[in-house]
């Protein structure tokens, strides 16, 4: 018999391929304006390596009007559970022809009500929706990926602000740590996720500490820990949020070696929010933070963990952002273009590199 052929009687299987469109949120053409499709396209390949097999003939189409992204695909349950997280969709539909539009239920990951992600509103804040993609690109490079739907991960904001990305990590259903300077973030943060779990009657412990070395004060940490229902919390099936008060660029053991799967970073704009050292300057320049930061972010990143960044290109080259994270023994990963303007004085990019596992 040929190579490849069915013995007489068996049964093949084919995976009949389907065409499918993804609705964009409108949310998305808030925060890329026209480049929102660009950017979905871009987002939805990097979920390709975890997908039974990658999507075909992605594209951006407009049907009746409004923005979808179209791909081929065989897709399984678990297919459509990994791309419900992509940052912007809305809805999706299986195209039985050009015009007819079948919906597919979409089962993002969502442990909480969203407004813990959406009512945290302040100057400097990283949007949400770029947030997540971030999120979702970094986690879908690292060695973590096929445990992103159903495994415990953490993920490691190292300039966390008032905690995007820790709120994004956290609906996940993922622990999260945050290191910021700026103690007045740390409180406003605080403030916000201890009035939130109450008002959501959320079991939880909350706690605030001096964290002392060399005999001084050298940081405060909040530590959290909550649980989607009092069952959760009772079998200690908990999520741990850490936050710690302190200079990024000087952790000196602050915290524990191999912590985090992926480290998230939307860096100082060097705009209106410059990168802060501890003696109070103030640096334009971000990458100054970076080329003293990655040394200490390199040993909380478990092997085979990633690290995904953005930044405002318009004061600091991506070669040169990438030089930083070469020289550091990083592997930069290959991503379609995500780079998009955000106003008059910032483009931002993305880069992911990859610690070796
Ligand atoms: C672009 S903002 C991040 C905003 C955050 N993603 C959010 O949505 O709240 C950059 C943050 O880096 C912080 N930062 C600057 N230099 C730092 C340093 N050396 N150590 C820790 N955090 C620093 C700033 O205080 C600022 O909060």
């Not at 003939?57 to 897709?75: C, K, P, Q, R």
């Not at 109450?198 to 940081?219: I, N």
């Not at 952002?321 to 290959?334: P, Q, R, Y």
Request: neutral net charge; proline residues 5%.
């Amino acid at each position: 018999m040929a190579p490849g052929a069915s013995a007489p009687g068996a049964i093949v299987f084919t995976t009949q391929m389907s065409r499918y469109a993804m609705l964009l949120a409108p949310s998305a053409n808030r925060v890329y304006a026209d480049q929102a499709p660009r950017i979905s396209r871009a987002e939805a390949a990097a979920f390709s390596p975890v997908l039974s097999a990658p999507l075909e003939n992605l594209d951006e189409a407009e049907i009746g009007g409004v923005d979808y992204l179209t791909f081929d695909a065989s897709l399984t349950p678990r297919d459509v559970a990994y791309l419900s997280n992509l940052s912007s969709a809305y809805a999706l539909f299986e195209r039985l022809e050009d015009e007819l539009l079948r919906p597919v239920r979409l089962t993002p990951l969502a442990r909480y009500d969203s407004d813990l992600i959406t009512i945290p509103k302040y100057a400097g804040k990283t949007n949400e929706n770029f947030t997540r993609l971030l999120l979702n690109v970094t986690l879908l490079a690292s060695a973590s990926a096929p445990r992103m739907l159903d495994g415990h991960l953490t993920v490691c904001d190292p300039v966390a602000g008032r905690g995007t990305t820790l709120n994004q990590a956290l609906m996940y259903g993922y622990d999260a740590i945050g290191i910021e300077i700026d103690g007045k973030d740390l409180d406003a943060y605080q403030l916000f996720i201890k009035t939130w779990l109450k008002r959501k009657r959320l079991k939880h412990t909350a706690g605030l500490v001096p964290v002392r070395r060399g005999g001084k004060r050298a940081a405060r940490r909040l530590d959290i820990t909550l649980a989607p229902s009092k069952d959760d919390h009772k079998a200690g099936a908990v999520q741990k949020l850490t936050v710690l008060e302190a200079d990024t660029t000087r952790l000196d053991g602050l915290i524990r070696a191999n912590c985090a799967d992926v480290l998230v970073a939307d860096l100082p704009y060097g705009v209106a929010h410059g990168s802060v050292t501890e003696e109070g300057g103030m640096s334009r320049r971000p990458l100054d933070l970076l080329e003293r930061a990655v040394p200490q972010w390199l040993p909380l990143l478990r092997p085979g963990g990633a690290i995904g960044l953005s930044w405002n290109t318009k004061v600091a080259k991506r070669e040169l952002a990438e030089d930083i994270l070469l020289a550091n023994g990083l592997e930069v990963v290959a991503l379609e273009d995500l780079s998009h303007r955000v106003d008059q004085s910032i483009e931002r990019d993305v880069v992911v590199a990859r610690k070796s596992g």
